[in-house]
């Protein structure tokens, strides 16, 4: 094929607006080579963007740009600069320091035999050898052009990997609204990549405002769910204040008529849901006018993603009835008992505290739903010790520390997490780190971490607290007899974050009063 057709065929391809830049890097000790080199590409285009150059005059600055620009598409690379091989060297920074293997590299030299064709080719990865004397302009401009080609693909190719990595890796969990987030971002990405790298993306719904929990599903607005690119840090935005203008306009076109509209550089895709009004998905910056194929594939998508969206909605609802539930059963319990709102603050500390000791977010969501029920056991101790003014007699302190096994036995055969999570914590939550505690005496770190959190929040929140046995400690008294039971009673790590978060701790008191 001519050099002359060759041309034409990529000019055609390439007519379009302007789409943002390809960098390329001109590594060479000699000035001149720079300026023919950007003169001989200077109106060069391909698939609409235009080229950056980045000049560098040695190898050693040239590794620099590399540590700089992570972007650098294509590189062409003279041998002999500060040294004999300083361009090798930097080929080999490149792929084996840098750790890119995306860059095309593209070696030149005036030198050809100082570096040999075919021991560079072996000994370095390397996508082109070429002698400066056979550049001529329009081997040039087809040399870069297949870089381009190459570096295109394979930049794809590395979105749709990291795209199925997040799907994979999300799969797991998919029913988690954690790991959903993380799904639909994937399954984003993965198609912005498969439609030629689109970087802006945003999916739309009216269930879920970010992490703020659902409310109306049947909800006229639309929030941002997840995003990427421009909308990345947009999550929980309505709908209105992320866009505008007659990309606003073609949202609500796709949501009343349920219908995809794609326009020039973008496209919104409804989808269609059985149990609330149905979402968007947004894609702006569109590298190219969309094939059949590609709508087929915005199609599938939003055919099926919402599918696992509302398959998590119903998950959701149920976690959400099975919380009321537990929380209401918690205030019931307060009320039977005179304890105020003790469940309360209970929940808010026990949550400080897990969260200031590093548990993952999953531990401290299971905590803060089970521990409501710790004292449930109570209800099988006899009123009358249950609210004796006096001072209990060995027998009925007996009789009263049996509400740990009581409430342990009432929740232990159950098969939902949640509920065993809650029967442990029921009865090992008067266990000491000494092992003095009961109802089975263990010590340390055989006591679950739940457990000994939740022995210090309650100690904490009580002693603060009028009972019907006594009055309510000042915090200095408080934190006197906490720290003398560091160590015995309680876990002394977690005793020293207590101290640490003592203001936090001191505000969750203060804005959760006991009704007078």
């Not at 006229?220 to 990345?232: P, Q």
């Not at 319990?333 to 005179?338: A, K, N, R």
């Amino acid at each position: 094929m001519s050099d002359e057709i060759f041309f034409a065929e990529d000019i055609e391809e390439e007519i379009g607006e302007d789409h943002g830049k390809w960098k390329v890097l001109i590594v060479d000790d000699e000035p001149e080579v720079h300026a023919v080199t950007k003169l001989a590409l200077s109106d060069f285009v391909f698939q609409d963007k235009r080229l950056e150059f980045i000049s560098a005059y040695s190898g050693a600055e040239a590794k620099q740009f590399f540590i700089e620009h992570k972007d650098i598409a294509v590189v062409l690379l003279d041998v002999v600069m500060e040294t004999d091989d300083a361009g090798l060297q930097v080929a080999d920074f490149v792929r084996n320091e840098a750790m890119n293997n995306f860059t095309r590299i593209i070696l030149r030299t005036g030198q050809p035999g100082q570096a040999p064709e075919r021991d560079v080719i072996i000994n370095y990865d390397i996508n082109d050898y070429k002698s400066k004397t056979e550049l001529t302009a329009q081997k040039l401009f087809t040399v870069v052009i297949a870089a381009l080609r190459s570096y295109r693909d394979i930049t794809v190719i590395e979105e749709n990997r990291i795209g199925l990595e997040k799907i994979i890796s999300a799969s797991a969990d998919l029913f988690s609204i954690h790991s959903l987030e993380h799904f639909i971002e994937g399954i984003v990405q993965q198609l912005a990549s498969l439609l030629g790298g689109s970087k802006d993306c945003a999916y739309l719904t009216s269930a879920v405002a970010g992490p703020k929990p659902i409310e109306n599903p049947n909800s006229s607005e639309l929030f941002v769910f997840t995003g990427k690119g421009e909308y990345e840090n947009r999550e929980g935005e309505r709908l209105e204040n992320v866009l505008s203008g007659k990309q606003l306009l073609s949202c609500r076109t796709a949501l009343a008529n349920k219908s995809l509209v794609y326009e020039e550089e973008y496209l919104v895709a409804y989808c269609k849901s059985k149990s609330m009004r149905g979402s968007l998905l947004y894609m702006s910056g569109l590298p190219r006018k969309l094939t059949k194929i590609d709508k087929r594939l915005v199609e599938i998508f939003a055919q099926n993603v919402q599918v696992a969206f509302d398959n998590v909605l119903l998950n959701k609802d149920i976690e959400d009835t099975q919380r009321e539930i537990i929380e209401r059963l918690g205030q019931a319990m307060e009320y039977h008992f005179g304890e105020g709102k003790h469940i309360q603050r209970l929940v808010k500390i026990c949550e400080l505290l897990a969260r200031k000791i590093g548990l993952c977010e999953d531990d401290v969501k299971m905590l803060c739903l089970a521990v409501p029920l710790h004292d449930i056991g109570k209800f099988k101790i006899p009123e009358v010790i249950l609210y004796k003014e006096d001072k209990l007699d060995a027998n009925e302190r007996k009789i009263i520390q049996n509400h740990a096994e009581f409430g342990y036995d009432l929740l232990k055969n159950s098969k939902r997490p949640l509920i065993k999570t809650a029967a442990l914590i029921a009865r090992d939550h008067h266990e000491y780190w000494n092992g003095h505690g009961y109802p089975r005496g263990k010590s340390g770190e055989d006591i679950h971490i739940f457990c000994r959190i939740t022995a210090l929040a309650d100690a904490f929140d009580a002693l603060r607290h009028k009972r019907n046995y006594k009055e309510a400690w000042s915090f200095e008294k408080v934190m006197n007899s906490i720290m003398q039971q560091k160590g015995l009673q309680f876990d002394p790590e977690l005793v020293d974050v207590l101290q640490e978060n003592i203001a936090l701790i001191e505000k969750i008191v203060a804005e959760n009063p006991d009704p007078e």
